[in-house]
């Protein structure tokens, strides 16, 4: 029953390889989001997706493609990595601002190493 | 430059002592908000204060905001060894695309 998962949990892989994380929510939210939290904490944002459509898109190097095959699920995809990609990935849902609010939903994260 | 900074980034205390962390930002907001997250694990939302809002409580977490400097505060009453763990400040932007700035979070530490 767990409300936004991620898998792996953990990922070492080497320089130049390809690599995918999948994100999965089951809180009915309409939008997701990819953050990276580097070494330091600090967290920032990569992608949003509303229903599907991408939104956001943070000056991210295109090595990065998400895909959002329904408003459950966010994967992103990495290509030919390098050594500062190495961080945590965050994956985040949340439902567009509501009178409640638009808090957001945090998986358990991925950490990435590459070496 | 970051829409939030926060301070102090670290903070250690005694049990039972209050704990007081602060943000500040830059630009109009909707809301703050404020995360927890212990380590090895991800955020989890605590509270959160409209623009139009002053001060906000739950159980031993108290939220104050204040537009006119651009500033809030997390003030945790009573402190447990389990409140060690990392906060953040996050702001919803009245501009732009609905997202979330994190500050750079304050860690806190409390000794039994």
């Known amino acids: 029953d767990t409300a936004v998962s991620q898998t792996p949990k953990y990922l070492v892989t080497q320089m130049g390889n390809d690599k995918s994380i999948k994100c999965e929510q089951n809180?009915?939210?309409?939008?997701m989001y990819w953050y990276k939290q580097d070494s330091k904490k600090f967290l920032k944002i990569m992608f949003s997706y509303n229903n599907k459509e991408l939104i956001i898109n943070e000056t991210v190097p295109n090595r990065f493609s998400p895909k959002s095959p329904d408003k459950a699920h966010l994967n992103l995809h990495i290509n030919s990595l390098e050594l500062g990609d190495s961080a945590v990935y965050f994956c985040?849902?949340?439902?567009?601002?509501?009178?409640?609010?638009?808090?957001?939903?945090f998986g358990p994260g991925t950490r990435l190493t590459v070496t | 430059s970051q829409q939030g900074e926060e301070d102090p980034q670290a903070l250690s205390i005694q049990e039972g002592e209050n704990a007081t962390m602060n943000c500040s930002y830059k630009t109009s907001i909707n809301n703050l908000q404020w995360y927890r997250q212990n380590s090895g694990r991800g955020l989890v939302h605590l509270i959160l204060i409209r623009s139009n809002e002053r001060e906000k409580h739950s159980g031993r977490l108290r939220v104050t905001l204040d537009t006119s400097k651009k500033s809030s505060s997390l003030l945790i009453t009573a402190s447990r060894a389990a409140d060690t763990a990392s906060y953040f400040c996050?702001?919803?932007?009245?501009?732009?695309?609905?997202?979330?700035?994190f500050g750079q979070g304050t860690r806190l530490t409390i000794n039994p």
């Open positions: 985040a849902s949340s439902q567009t601002r509501t009178p409640r609010g638009n808090e957001q939903y």
């Open positions: 809180l009915g939210h309409d939008t």
């Open positions: 996050a702001t919803d932007l009245l501009q732009g695309a609905q997202k979330l700035v």
